[in-house]
């Protein structure tokens, strides 16, 4: 039987159509050159929402408030299993800045982007949810 997957809280940072994502590095372990939403492993003690804002700022400079959960998804790192938890987050400030390589998305734009497989299906329901709400 295989260990038990990793838990890695993603935040979601959704601001006025937009959405904050950036782009893996090309000497990335995992991913390399793909794009991502900020997040990462959850520490020993930390709630997902805890974790997810926690990464969210120490990978992009913005601290979020996080708001429920938009979905899940499975996937495997070079170090085993993982447990990807989207969570959706908004920040605290109304126009920040995010550290390079973030910036801001628009969500419609995402289907046109690279990510991992293991977030198809929450680009999908983003896509849905931009879509029945007037988005371009």
Not at 16 to 38: N, S, T, Y
Not at 50 to 61: H, I, L, V, Y
Not at 72 to 80: A, L, P, V, Y
């Amino acid at each position: 039987m295989g260990a038990s997957p990793a838990a890695i809280a993603v935040a979601v940072v959704i601001r006025a159509g937009l959405v904050l994502v950036g782009r893996r590095g090309d000497r990335a372990a995992d991913a390399a050159g793909l794009h991502e939403f900020p997040g990462g492993k959850v520490e020993p003690g930390e709630t997902l929402a805890d974790a997810a804002a926690r990464e969210c700022f120490e990978e992009t400079g913005i601290s979020v408030n996080i708001s429920g959960l938009l979905g899940t998804g499975i996937s495997s790192s070079s170090n085993g299993p993982i447990e990807l938890f989207f969570l959706r987050a908004e920040p605290i400030d109304p126009f920040p800045e995010p550290h390079s390589p973030f910036d801001w998305k628009p969500i419609a734009g995402l289907a046109g982007l690279d990510f991992p497989p293991a977030n198809a299906a929450l680009i999908a329901r983003l896509l849905a949810i931009n879509s029945a709400q007037g988005g371009s």
